[in-house]
């Protein structure tokens, strides 16, 4: 990914701030004297700012229609958080553990005692890591992500569009545009850290 300009941007939200719009000041410029472009959430700007509406009445539209789900690629990750490319240390959920008409009856207490906290917070480093091992350093960004504009884990996909029916809660996250690719990472709020 050499060669290709980079930004790095704080987005953040505090409870209550979001009720009328969310505006997103798009950076312009690339990096200049060591600094970076910048995202910046605030609320009612001027008209170079993206508002977007969190009003649930606004927002009141008809579901829109999402093709189905296409495989990129597969990955799973040993317990040294070390990514392993292909399905072979995947695990599977068999039909029959489902007998009972269909009801889970699993004992969540099960194997508490034996499990594996992750340490510190690996942010983006395993999506980092499969992007890498599919393309050769300074190959071509958006080929390997299949012309995605956004990289991101899908639960911040779903926190931030959850952001008008949940005005309490706060989020944060850094942006980093390489390309024409930006990355999303969450940032630990003070909220989340409680």
């Not at 910048?38 to 539209?61: A, C, E, G, W």
């Not at 990750?77 to 990514?83: G, H, K, L, S």
């Not at 959850?162 to 944060?172: L, Q, V, Y």
Request: aromatic share 8%; net charge negative.
């Amino acid at each position: 990914m050499s060669g290709n300009s980079g930004q790095i941007a704080a987005i953040h939200a505090e409870p209550g701030l979001l009720r009328r719009n969310i505006a997103l000041r798009l950076p312009t410029t690339g990096p200049q004297d060591g600094h970076f472009g910048v995202f910046l959430l605030v609320p009612n700007m001027d008209q170079s700012v993206l508002r977007i509406s969190v009003d649930k009445k606004t927002n009141d539209l008809t579901f829109p229609r999402f093709g189905q789900p296409q495989r990129l690629g597969e990955y799973t990750v040993t317990r040294d958080r070390c990514v392993v490319l292909g399905r072979e240390d995947a695990k599977y959920l068999y039909e029959a553990a489902l007998a009972d008409g269909g009801r889970v009856r699993f004992d969540l207490n099960k194997g508490f005692n034996t499990f594996e906290e992750k340490e510190g917070d690996e942010k983006l480093d395993i999506l980092l890591d499969w992007i890498a091992s599919q393309a050769p350093r300074g190959g071509p960004l958006k080929k390997v992500l299949h012309e995605a504009d956004f990289l991101c884990w899908r639960g911040l996909l779903t926190r931030i569009a959850a952001t008008p029916f949940c005005p309490r809660d706060s989020w944060e996250f850094a942006a980093a545009r390489i390309g024409d690719v930006i990355f999303l990472c969450e940032r630990e709020t003070e909220e989340t850290r409680q």
